[in-house]
């Protein structure tokens, strides 16, 4: 039998409504329209072999009494062998068995996490469309299954790069659960996954993490006092780089974030806190220059930060974020950069 898993993980801004729900968003401008197609029976492609695939609420609950040892063994011979057919069925067992047993899916990521990632690389369509079936089933039920937050960021990643693929029905399913990951499994993985990869050499992935890193913090909006210090030392980072590439509506969204970031540190905090950055060699003086001059971008007063930094005013030591009449207190003898 699997063990059973008590553990309860937490992701940010859950129960939130999301950017996605209203008509128009705070960072994002306009939701995606690209969600609309949730089915992906048939085929697609001259060399696509026709395959049956089982929606959700078709898939048969594993009977009472099945001896899950023999099953897990048999799913692992499915992904071991050479037959992409058994390879399908495996990931139907695997969509069966958290669909029966939500809260032991990280137990099954425990047991088949590298052939999940192998079949996700997969370049066989068919393969690709139902793991991605599953990945989305357990995405969904992420806030109450316990789905551990490295699983959710190792998921991230392989999405983000899965998203380019040249088959529009795998492409739409990825788009799918990665909407479905930053309503679901928001935290400071998964937010350092996308504001890393916002800015990886590969252009199409660079645009497609910026994306939901954009959708993400929209969701979360104040609860962005809760990340950790990594987390918002990354998304500094990737907002410089943002600011320097070739794309107006990424420069655009990344001003409009980093002005929404300065509104809830207030201007004496955001400047020290750019400061520390560039004191650590975090962010270079050009990056840290554009980082002050875009959050300062609708204000009619500029500061300039070389002035701030020949000041070197006294640093305070805490660093507060403002959030109404809440003050979040982060030690900066312990900040590591």
């Not at 057919?85 to 495996?90: N, R």
């Not at 669909?99 to 047991?111: C, D, G, H, M, T």
Request: overall charge positive.
């Amino acid at each position: 039998m699997l063990q059973q898993n008590q553990t309860r993980v937490s992701y940010f801004g859950q129960g939130a409504t999301t950017g996605c729900d209203r008509e128009s968003d705070r960072f994002s401008g306009s939701s995606s329209g690209s969600y609309s197609n949730n089915s992906f029976n048939g085929s697609e492609g001259p060399h696509e072999p026709m395959v049956s695939y089982t929606e959700f609420n078709d898939l048969s609950p594993i009977p009472e009494g099945t001896d899950l040892n023999a099953l897990l063994d048999r799913i692992k011979q499915g992904f071991d062998s050479n037959s992409w057919k058994e390879t399908f069925q495996s990931i139907d067992h695997l969509r069966a068995l958290n669909k029966s047993f939500p809260r032991e899916i990280n137990v099954l990521f425990q047991a088949f996490g590298v052939y999940i990632e192998k079949v996700l690389r997969s370049s066989k369509p068919c393969i690709a469309k139902n793991v991605l079936a599953f990945v989305h089933e357990v995405l969904t039920q992420a806030d109450t299954s316990g789905l551990m937050k490295t699983i959710s960021s190792q998921l991230a990643v392989l999405l983000i790069t899965k998203a380019a693929h040249s088959t529009k029905t795998v492409r739409v399913l990825c788009e799918k659960s990665l909407d479905t990951l930053v309503k679901k499994c928001l935290c400071d993985e998964t937010l350092q996954v996308l504001s890393q990869n916002a800015i990886s050499r590969d252009k199409v992935a660079n645009k497609i993490a910026f994306h939901y890193l954009t959708l993400g913090l929209d969701i979360i909006k104040e609860n962005l006092s809760q990340v950790n210090k990594e987390t918002l030392r990354i998304l500094f980072q990737s907002l410089a780089h943002v600011l320097e590439a070739d794309c107006a509506q990424s420069k655009s969204l990344a001003k409009k974030i980093l002005v929404y970031i300065r509104g809830l540190m207030g201007e004496t905090n955001f400047m020290n806190y750019v400061h520390l950055l560039y004191s650590h060699s975090a962010l270079s003086y050009q990056h840290a220059e554009k980082v002050v001059a875009a959050a300062e971008s609708k204000l009619k007063i500029r500061h300039s930060l070389a002035n701030a930094l020949a000041e070197r005013q006294s640093v305070d030591p805490y660093f507060f974020f403002r959030k109404r009449e809440v003050f979040l207190e982060i030690n900066r003898q312990s900040y590591c950069l």
